[in-house]
């Protein structure tokens, strides 16, 4: 632990957390998605496949999945459907896409 004469005359500052984007489903907005990752059976570690060109993607929601997109690309893509109907875009974030 930091003392606080430390902290106080070092400036100390604690680190702030980075804030991640989630990924979500391209047409409902599920978080449920997955990436093709190999892993290195001596070391555990991930090991991307070098083998393929593109990256493969999954999920587990609507059926109607394409590829993942951040949360704000699916918000800007549902605004987008929605041509900014505000009644459309209530529905869509209920969950009617599910």
Not at 30 to 50: A, R, W
Not at 62 to 76: H, I, N, Q
Request: net charge negative; charged share 35%.
């Amino acid at each position: 632990m930091i003392s606080k004469e430390i902290r106080k005359s070092d400036n100390w500052q604690p680190k702030t957390k980075s804030v991640h984007q989630s990924f979500v489903c391209n047409w409902c907005g599920s978080d449920e998605v997955y990436e093709k990752v190999f892993i290195n059976m001596n070391t555990g570690k991930q090991d991307y496949s070098k083998e393929t060109v593109t990256s493969e993607f999954a999920a587990d929601c609507c059926g109607e999945f394409e590829k993942p997109l951040t949360e704000d690309e699916w918000y800007e893509s549902v605004f987008d459907d929605c041509q900014g109907n505000k009644y459309e875009i209530e529905k869509i974030m209920e969950g009617s896409r599910t």
